[in-house]
């Protein structure tokens, strides 16, 4: 062993690297003395090369392992002191290469060794944008990075489906990396979290739309270009002051290079032709053709719904596949003018356009070929739509399909020429039609109106209508209102400058939440107004902010029960809540059904129309106990409610500085707050009988102006200043 170091020290030492270079000229040397490889195991890239040289014995170089990526072989030579070349070997496939001395048994001797040919490819270049070296960190584009590796390296994978592209090989190929934003941009809009939007079926393919074959540095780019890529598609180069842009998409950090290419960023994911929309919503959304259809999506909040993936996603249950029949806006406008309405926005704001939207969508996928003469299709309303197939071509409920199988991942849409037939019910009850105005004011942050809240009319305990406003400003559906029922108001919302009111057929204002929104509870349709008194207000407080859960308060007046406030799994938590309930004069029982969790912390106080207190149940680490025999009014207090308002009116209204206060008899003598939306004081007035009433110098809006006697009648008018 001496022996084989000292002539290995002799060979560096005795020859100048040129003298070395002139016999054997090579990127690095293996040296071959008695059964020895110097040095054993050699670390190359690709495209390097390795000179023999053999100084002492008979040997040859055998690398003609069958586990080789390529097999190399040297004859026999006899060394000397001197240095013998035996030859310069290229290797230009990566991999680990063995090899030996196979004269005699020289193998058997030890005389064996190893080169591993390691190229920085494509494949490398993703890795460390994938894992964030130090060096690349900025570019951002891990994702798609990490994309590219999972299915276009199938070489580092054992037994991984090949896609006709390797970027760990030596073909050479040019690759557009999306940025980690851009990424991020497409998961939400094909509405799927990472795992699933790597394991979709045409993530292969359009990765493939990411590269080219062939190197394209910076420089080789140009206007106009258009170059195949390995998808089949070709891509678009363009150069305009602000750089180079690849489609729709501007290259942003260039020329990462490897061994067999060239990597760009990009900062938008590019998309194929002819593949489906992310979702049935985004197909919808990309058509100039139903913005109103759109609109109204988002107005009755099946937006998220129709941008489920039931069939990608496999993380969690999503609603669909669907079918939408979408109309178009021609449509829409058609529909509006056909059905009475004074406009198309008019019809959008109606409380029929959810029932109308979803008689368009089908919870299933069918295209034009899955359609057939006398098919049912049952509808997100739950009803049932009857196709026709004939020469016309595909009808539902007859309405003609325009144009057919816009594909989306999570199911079809069919644009529509005109909207399917849609029955308009009659609101009316054996006491009229109420309505309820829902006022928002707009806001800086740009919130939804009410902040996505509802307002529920209760009839007798059953749900009979839910809205929400779709606009800021004032949005009003209509009910029924039946004799001898109690209707409640549940309100949902984020509070502020949020508030309703409720009119009946007359336009009188049964109930204004000015100053506040909250619920009421205890209207009764068709009573005299001499029987009512109120309303009251009841605090509810919750200190465990369990919200009451599973509790309630029932008000009687005598045995009959006048008002039942329930609170149970549609109630949101709360620490502190107010409600209105409108009652009849006379003392009252509150009975207090007492919540499920932490009862002792829950409490209620009573006050009354005029913000007397009645009744504090507060006490901490007590259960409420309910209260009998509170008097709210006396019977007689009732008689000063007596009508002296009936019939007042404001015109013009909307207003435009000056309103005419109509139906006062002229000895009736009134005071009148005009109060805005949120509940502010704006102007105070003073009169008597009918007169003129200036709103100069008044912002524009919705306000009430709420008028009062000095006997106590009352009497709350809305009016609009232009």
Sequence with gaps: MIKHILLFAALIFGFTQDEIQAQCEADHTVYLTDFVFTPSALPITVGESVAFINAEGNHNVDGTNEDNPESFFLESLEGNIDGVCMGVITFDTPGNYQYTSSVGVQPDLGMNATISVDAYTLSDLMSDMTYADASLAYVESWEGAYAMNTYLSPSLYQGSTSYGVDLNLLDEYTVFVPTESATDALMELMNLSQFDMLSFYDMPNALKYHVVPGIYMAEDLTDGMTIETTEGQSITISINAAGAMVDDANIIYTDFTASNGVAHIIDKVLAPAGYPGATVLDVIMQSENHTLFEQAIFNEGLDDDLRGQPILNDNEDAPGPFTVFAPTDAALFAFAELNGFADVDELLASQEMDEIVNRHIVEAVYESSDLFNGMQLQTYSNDFLNVSVDSDGIAVDGALVEQANLLAYNGVVHSMGELIPY?????????????????????????????????????????????????????????????????????????????????????????????????????????????????????????????????????????????????????????????????????????????????????????????????????????????????????????VRDNVFEGTSLYPNPANGMVQLNGIASHIEWQGQLISTDGKLVKSYAGSGAQSIEFFGIAKGLYSLNLKTSEGATRSLRVIQQ
């Design 423 to 639: 029955d308009f019910p009659v609101i009316e009850g054996t006491c009229g039609t109420w309505t309820a105005s829902m006022i928002s004011a707009s806001n800086p942050w740009g919130e939804d109106p009410w902040n996505g809240g509802s307002l529920d009319i209760y009839a007798d305990g059953v749900l009979i209508a839910s809205e929400s406003p779709n606009n800021f400003g004032v949005d009003s559906f209509s009910f029924p209102a039946n004799a001898n029922s109690t209707i409640n108001v549940v309100y949902s919302g984020g509070g502020g400058s949020d508030a309703y009111e409720i009119e009946d057929d007359n336009g009188y204002v049964i109930y204004s939440s000015s100053g506040g929104a909250r619920s009421i509870y205890g209207l009764r349709p068709c009573s005299e107004s001499a029987e009512a008194c109120g309303p009251i207000e009841i605090q509810f407080n919750d200190d465990a902010q369990e919200g009451w859960f599973g509790g309630s308060l029932s008000i009687y007046s005598g045995a009959e029960l006048v008002t039942y406030i329930p609170f149970n799994q549609t109630y949101s938590p709360f620490y502190q809540v107010s409600v209105m309930a409108q009652v009849a004069p006379g003392p009252l029982d509150f009975v207090v059904q007492s919540p499920f969790f932490e009862p002792q912390y829950a409490g209620y106080v009573v006050f009354d129309e005029a913000g007397g207190l009645l009744v504090e149940e507060t006490s901490t680490n007590e259960v409420p106990p309910s209260s009998y025999g509170i008097e709210i009014c006396e019977a007689s207090a009732s008689s």
